[in-house]
């Protein structure tokens, strides 16, 4: 299995752009996770899927910040405006399973906002 | 809510030592997890172990979890073991968020 896809790898952007990061998650998984981890805060859960339904989304920071899963294949984490203290690793995690399963993370997708 | 503390925070070795790094929680749990972050930023999942032991190749795990403890062993440490390993656990209280250990910082020196 390919694992878990997120693009891009690398982004560089302007304080105020709209940023939008991709994620596939293993074939089969039905649970799919956003996280961000900068240094000072650590990982962060934003935002989960089951079943392509957003479950819990109080990680999120803001209304800045907003994820869709149009499909069992495909997610994606939008930022609009972007702003430097966005700046930051953001993962895509799946698992077979919501709970009591092992959870898969993607590359990762790094983030800087000037 | 749960706390996991990993010791130690940090831990240098020279190439081909043998290393035992510890993750205390302070409830119940129904799922733990091991993940190594290497020095490109990758978290790779090495254990899914909410009890028992569990190995692959030089590297182990045993979870106690009457004790609310598990230990990640790492034998015959090579260069490409460095980075941050990471615990996590699922309580039952926090349903599916996995809450993390703040991880130790393993350098492997050769």
């Known amino acids: 299995d390919a694992g878990v896809i997120q693009s891009p790898r690398h982004e560089v952007t302007e304080m105020g752009q709209e940023v939008t990061l991709r994620c596939k998650p293993i074939?089969?998984?039905?649970?799919l996770f956003w996280y961000r981890q900068t240094m000072m805060r650590g990982l962060e859960l934003l935002i989960y899927f089951n079943n392509n339904v957003p479950i819990d989304d109080s990680g999120m920071p803001e209304d800045r910040f907003s994820a869709k899963m149009p499909n069992a294949s495909f997610s994606t984490l939008k930022i609009q405006p972007s702003e430097p203290r966005d700046s930051a690793v953001y993962f895509c995690a799946s698992s077979l399973v919501f709970s009591g399963n092992t959870i898969y993370f993607g590359e990762g997708s790094w983030l800087t906002v000037v | 809510g749960i706390q996991v503390e990993q010791s130690p925070p940090d831990l240098i070795l020279q190439e081909g030592a043998n290393s035992t790094l510890r993750c205390n929680f302070s409830d119940s749990v129904n799922n733990l997890q091991w993940f190594h972050q290497n020095p490109w930023g990758q978290l790779i999942n090495l254990f899914y172990?909410?009890?028992?032991?569990k190995q692959n190749g030089r590297l182990s795990a045993t979870t106690v979890a009457t004790e609310r403890y598990s230990l990640l062993y790492i034998s015959s440490s090579q260069t490409t073991d460095s980075g941050v390993y990471f615990c996590a656990v699922e309580s039952p209280d926090s349903n599916y968020q996995l809450i993390w250990g703040a991880g130790t910082k393993l350098i492997i020196k050769p």
């Open positions: 074939s089969g998984h039905n649970s």
């Open positions: 172990i909410p009890s028992g032991t």
